[in-house]
């Protein structure tokens, strides 16, 4: 089985995403631009090397939040009764992508090897079937804060990179918020 690994950015003062996340702001107001654009992204704009480094996960799991803007059942609003992800037809994950939801819904399979599946049993769950379909490769929690908290609640992360960016959001959402362990399974680099 491979580790359960996490790499997210975040604020100084803590935030991995800013606030008012909407379909135009999906990491919320300044979120792109504060948060991804100092470390992610070269001077055209293009992902960095280092990125690429991050896509070698056998399988992901992500929060609703970070699938989309869809809140309430799949079909509540009809602008995101067909909503297939931010990233258009081909995702950058290449991998299965396990989506915890409280609401059900069929797979979704991408150009480029990605299919998105709904879990609505859990974190436990979620890591399981990933874990099953990565094998010896690794399962990379993608986020977002939420998921990332409950993960890292329930100790279920083995290693979390995190790029701190030197610049503060002042609101949105929280990094280790309600995930305080006695003791954690979290590793530090060597």
Wanted: glycine share 12%; net charge negative; proline share 6%.
């Amino acid at each position: 089985m491979g580790t359960v690994t996490c790499g997210m950015a975040v604020s100084l003062d803590g935030y991995a995403a800013g606030p008012d996340q909407s379909v135009e702001n999906p990491i919320g107001v300044d979120g792109v631009a504060k948060l991804m654009a100092p470390w992610m992204f070269d001077e055209a704009g293009q992902h960095d090397a280092e990125i690429a480094s991050l896509t070698t996960a056998g399988a992901y799991v992500m929060g609703r939040n970070m699938y989309g803007p869809v809140r309430g059942g799949w079909d509540d609003d009809e602008r995101f009764r067909d909503w297939r992800g931010w990233w258009g037809d081909e995702p950058p994950y290449h991998a299965p992508v396990f989506v915890l939801t409280h609401h059900p819904h069929d797979s979704i399979e991408m150009e480029g090897g990605t299919t998105f599946h709904f879990v609505t049993d859990g974190v436990e769950a979620a890591l399981r079937r990933a874990q099953e379909v990565a094998g010896d490769r690794p399962v990379d929690v993608s986020g977002g804060a939420s998921t990332v908290n409950q993960f890292l609640a329930a100790g279920l992360i083995d290693e979390l990179w995190l790029h701190v960016v030197p610049r503060t959001l002042g609101a949105g959402e929280r990094l280790f918020e309600g995930s305080d362990r006695s003791s954690s399974s979290c590793s530090s680099p060597a």
